[in-house]
């Protein structure tokens, strides 16, 4: 039985990658690594990542491939994701799909799942304009689908909730294009065969409830580790 979980969370933006991978890392106590989350402290901190990162985030583009193939393949070489990981927004383009690739061969490691968390454009605009973040740690609330107990505040820490500046129409509208124009290609390389196990990617309806949606997921990672044992 491989110890290691290695799972990534592809999806556009909305879809519920973060909600589902929060739950996921509180069951299996993996790292979760998503790439917003540490673009968006480096951005509060300052550092001069966060400075170069900021205009293409504010627009809604990707930033160059370079910066962020180095920033996750430091992070994935860390001693706290040994024995796993749960990867959210990387990768988004299929140069970055082949780095991590070419990076999890070398140290003889291999991705356990894709999961491709899909929801159709009105719905992924309604969750994104809805969406209220913690200023201070980053839990996700949404006005409607899952309001905070008392408005603006986030119900675990008690920090003010704030809109994302990205989670603007304009930018929302961008945001969806990117995804269509550069992420889909990386569904397509995770879906073609991968070798004996055939291709890694597992797609997920996330239209559905978060229960439900978590229920498949859970369900799919144990097909996944079954198969692995076989
Ligand atoms: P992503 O990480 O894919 O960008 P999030 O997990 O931040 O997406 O979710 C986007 C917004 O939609 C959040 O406001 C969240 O509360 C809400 N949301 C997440 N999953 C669902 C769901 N299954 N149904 C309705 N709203 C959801
Ligand atoms: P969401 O899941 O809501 O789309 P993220 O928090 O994952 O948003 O990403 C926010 C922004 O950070 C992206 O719009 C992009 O500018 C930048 N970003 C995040 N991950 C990557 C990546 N793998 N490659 C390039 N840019 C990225």
């Given at each position: 039985m491989p110890?290691?979980l ?13 909600t ?132 603006g ?78």
């Amino acid at each position: 039985m491989p110890a290691e979980l290695n799972l990534v969370f592809v999806g556009p933006p909305g879809a519920g990658k973060g909600t589902q991978a929060a739950r996921l890392v509180d069951d299996f106590g993996l790292p979760f690594i998503a790439t917003g989350d540490i673009l968006r402290a480096n951005v509060a901190e300052g550092t001069e990542l966060g400075v170069k990162a900021k205009e293409y985030m504010d627009r809604g583009d990707l930033l160059p491939d370079d910066l962020v193939v180095e920033l996750i393949m430091d992070r994935l070489a860390q001693p706290d994701s040994a024995d796993g990981f749960i990867l959210d927004g990387f990768p988004r383009t299929v140069p970055q799909a082949e780095a991590l690739d070419a990076a999890m061969q070398q140290a003889g490691r291999r991705l356990t799942a894709v999961i491709l968390v899909e929801v159709p454009d009105e719905e992924l605009i309604e969750r994104l304009s809805g969406r209220r973040v913690c200023s201070k740690s980053g839990h996700t609330f949404h006005v409607k689908f899952d309001p905070p107990k008392h408005e603006g505040v986030c119900d675990v820490d008690g920090s003010k909730l704030i809109q994302r500046d990205d989670d603007q129409p304009e930018t929302i509208a961008n945001r969806l294009r990117v995804y269509h124009e550069q992420t889909s290609p990386v569904v397509s390389f995770y879906d073609r065969d991968n070798g004996p196990s055939g291709a890694i990617l597992r797609r997920v309806d996330g239209s559905r409830d978060p229960d439900e949606v978590y229920r498949h997921i859970r369900a799919l990672i144990a097909t996944v580790r079954m198969e692995d044992t076989l």
